[in-house]
T-cell receptor, first 114, second 111 residues
Framework: NAGVTQTPKFQVLKTGQSMTLQCAQD?????MYWYRQDPGMGLRLIYY???????DKGEVPNGYNVSRLNKREFSLRLESAAPSQTSVYFC?????????????FGPGTRLTVT | GENVEQHPSTLSVQEGDSAVIKCTYS??????FPWYKQELGKRPQLIID?????GEKKDQRIAVTLNKTAKHFSLHITETQPEDSAVYFC??????????FGAGTTVTVRA
């Protein structure tokens, strides 16, 4: 039981390049989330997927797109990377509503945009 | 939306002493308040949570208190140990999918 996995672990992009961060969970969870973590700002929600087939914007969605590929997988795409998107990105999953219980986090992706 | 403020941003305590972290929230509809611990270079992990129908919850050396009237909640760690050194995040949510996190408190336990 791997829990929540993310690829890649590290990535360096040049301004304007695109990339997709991958996330998968094997806990049969309905809901999945993408957060970014910046020093002194906690975890900020980028997008979430309440269930397979649905996605919604979070607090900081600009510059990102997401795809809920199936119940297990939720990807985050940066179409044209900017230095302001340098951050650590965490994927998370939960059984259902955020208020229903624990969110399980992946190991994170450290992204640097130069 | 919900706004969570967390204080202090850093906290240094002597091993064996207690640590207290306080959070305030803005949305009176919030009813679930988890605390996450993040060790250096690791992922956040839930350590304790409390719901709005409960005023206090304990789990060994960790306790959380909630004051709904004042819209604040606190994490208490007693008999601190070196392994308690980490960043702690509070969070709050009404009954939906969005969890709003505080900015985090870096706790250092001095030997």
């Amino acid at each position: 039981n791997a829990g929540v996995t993310q690829t890649p672990k590290f990535q360096v992009l040049k301004t304007g390049q695109s990339m997709t961060l991958q996330c998968a969970q094997d806990m049969n969870h309905n809901s999945m989330y993408w957060y970014r973590q910046d020093p002194g700002m906690g975890l900020r929600l980028i997008y979430y997927s309440a269930s397979e087939g649905t996605t919604d914007k979070g607090e900081v969605p600009n510059g990102y797109n997401v795809s809920r590929l199936n119940k297990r997988e939720f990807s985050l795409r940066l179409e044209s990377a900017a230095p302001s998107q340098t951050s650590v990105y965490f994927c998370a999953s939960s059984v259902g509503l955020a208020g229903a219980g624990e969110q399980y986090f992946g190991p994170g992706t450290r992204l640097t945009v130069t | 939306g919900e706004n969570v403020e967390q204080h202090p941003s850093t906290l240094s305590v002597q091993e064996g002493d207690s640590a207290v972290i306080k959070c305030t929230y803005s949305d009176s509809a919030s009813n679930y308040f988890p605390w996450y611990k993040q060790e250096l270079g690791k992922r956040p992990q839930l350590i304790i949570d409390i719901r709005s129908n409960v005023g206090e919850k304990k789990d060994q050396r960790i306790a959380v208190t909630l004051n709904k009237t004042a819209k604040h909640f606190s994490l208490h760690i007693t008999e601190t140990q070196p392994e308690d050194s980490a960043v702690y995040f509070c969070a709050a949510t009404p009954w939906d999918y969005k969890l709003s996190f505080g900015a985090g408190t870096t706790v250092t336990v001095r030997a």
